[in-house]
């Protein structure tokens, strides 16, 4: 599984490579990505699980 900081590298180097493009110009594509957010939920690890608890039955009075 590839992070978002390998594809960012992947895109960077095929848009030097294959389009001559200059740094500018591929910052300026990744700030439309959906991933380009600084506050990205795949940048942090996961949030830890509460612990499993089963519910109490009701008593049927």
Do not use: G, W
């Amino acid at each position: 599984m590839c992070t978002v900081k390998e594809i960012r590298e992947a895109i960077r180097e095929d848009c030097r490579s294959q389009h001559d493009m200059e740094t500018a110009d591929i910052d300026r594509i990744f700030q439309t990505l959906p991933f380009s957010q600084r506050n990205s939920l795949l940048d942090k690890p996961p949030m830890p699980k509460r612990p499993y608890r089963r519910r109490k039955k009701e008593q049927k009075s």
